[in-house]
């Protein structure tokens, strides 16, 4: 699945920096996570460096853009061709 920032977010900047894959932008009011670019960091790290950072936790899997492993790592892989 991809991420979503609830509305607990406290704009604290510290989830957008760790972003591998640039997913993570400033919305109108809290920050935002773009589905397409969320890879949950996989291909890149274990575990999904927002989440590890985040100090309210109000960072969540969205049930909306649900995802496997695997397809995570498809899009993984796509973002890769793209960027190279």
């Known amino acids: 699945m991809s991420l979503k920032i609830t509305d607990l977010c406290v704009n604290c900047d510290v989830c957008e920096p760790v972003?591998?894959?640039k997913a993570i932008a400033m919305g109108a009011e809290i920050y935002e996570?773009?589905?397409s670019l969320c890879t949950e960091c996989?291909?890149?790290y274990d575990t999904p460096q927002c989440v590890d950072?985040?100090?309210v936790e109000c960072i969540i899997t969205?049930?909306?853009h649900a995802e496997s492993r695997?397809?995570?790592?498809?899009k993984?892989?796509?973002l890769q061709e793209k960027t190279a």
């Not at 695997?70 to 498809?74: F, R």
């Open 19 to 21: 972003c591998p894959n």
């Open 33 to 35: 996570i773009v589905p």
């Open 42 to 44: 996989v291909g890149h």
């Open 53 to 55: 950072v985040c100090p």
């Open 62 to 64: 969205d049930p909306a």
């Open 70 to 74: 695997e397809q995570l790592l498809a």
């Open 76 to 78: 993984f892989e796509t």
